[in-house]
């Protein structure tokens, strides 16, 4: 018992360790020369160990200060139409499946599908993108998002990893982190 015990310690010490130094690679839409890009991010901010009630002992990111957010349903098939981001802002798919085209660059696009993988920064406003992106929900769901704009129009501190949307490797990093169970402060 005390053995199973003292490799779970040691386990779950390697995986908040591990946790500390992860950083969160987000898919972008950011803007170069007045048009608008699809880029992979890495952000900053590092995951953390929480401490908070509830959620002692998991990762956590902190993303940025958030100004509002709204809950949006897009049904299925429905197309958003070329346009630029409405705020520098977060949007967070929860469900459903989202196309992102760029009108004058056919080489890339980004399929972001709802769920753990569905985070999104859009920095492509008017100020800096003249004709935007087009975003089309192909699922044969609805597509939910949270849209989240930062405190000040703010861009998270991050380095532009490269073009294109960020790959599974690059995200699915996050999945080592689901096994850090319920934490350690039982003890
Ligand atoms: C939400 O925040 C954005 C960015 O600060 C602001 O432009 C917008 O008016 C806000 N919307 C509401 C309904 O408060
Ligand atoms: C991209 O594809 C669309 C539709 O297939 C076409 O109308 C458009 O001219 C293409 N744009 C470029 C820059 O190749
Ligand atoms: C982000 O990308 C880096 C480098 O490709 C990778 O090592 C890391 O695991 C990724 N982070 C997540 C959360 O997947």
């Not at 056919?106 to 975003?135: C, I």
């Not at 849209?147 to 960020?166: A, K, S």
Request: with cysteine; net charge negative.
């Amino acid at each position: 018992m005390r053995h199973i015990q003292t490799f779970l310690f040691l386990a779950l010490t390697l995986l908040l360790q591990h946790a500390a130094s992860l950083q969160l690679n987000v898919t972008a839409i950011g803007a170069r020369d007045g048009a608008s890009t699809i880029e992979c991010w890495q952000l900053e901010q590092p995951f953390d160990i929480s401490t908070d009630p509830g959620t002692s002992g998991s990762a956590v990111a902190m993303l940025s200060s958030a100004a509002n957010m709204s809950y949006t349903v897009l049904p299925s098939n429905y197309d958003g139409g070329l346009h630029n981001g409405p705020h520098k802002q977060w949007v967070v798919f929860t469900t459903g499946l989202a196309y992102i085209t760029l009108p004058d660059d056919n080489s890339t696009s980004a399929y972001v599908t709802g769920g753990q993988f569905g985070l999104l920064f859009v920095a492509d406003t008017a100020d800096v993108s003249q004709k935007g992106h087009r975003t089309q929900y192909p699922g044969i769901t609805e597509t939910v998002a949270l849209q989240i704009p930062t405190c000040d129009g703010r861009i998270p501190e991050h380095t532009v990893l490269h073009m294109g949307p960020c790959n599974v490797d690059e995200i699915s990093g996050l999945r080592g982190l689901a096994a850090g169970g319920k934490g350690s402060d039982s003890t």
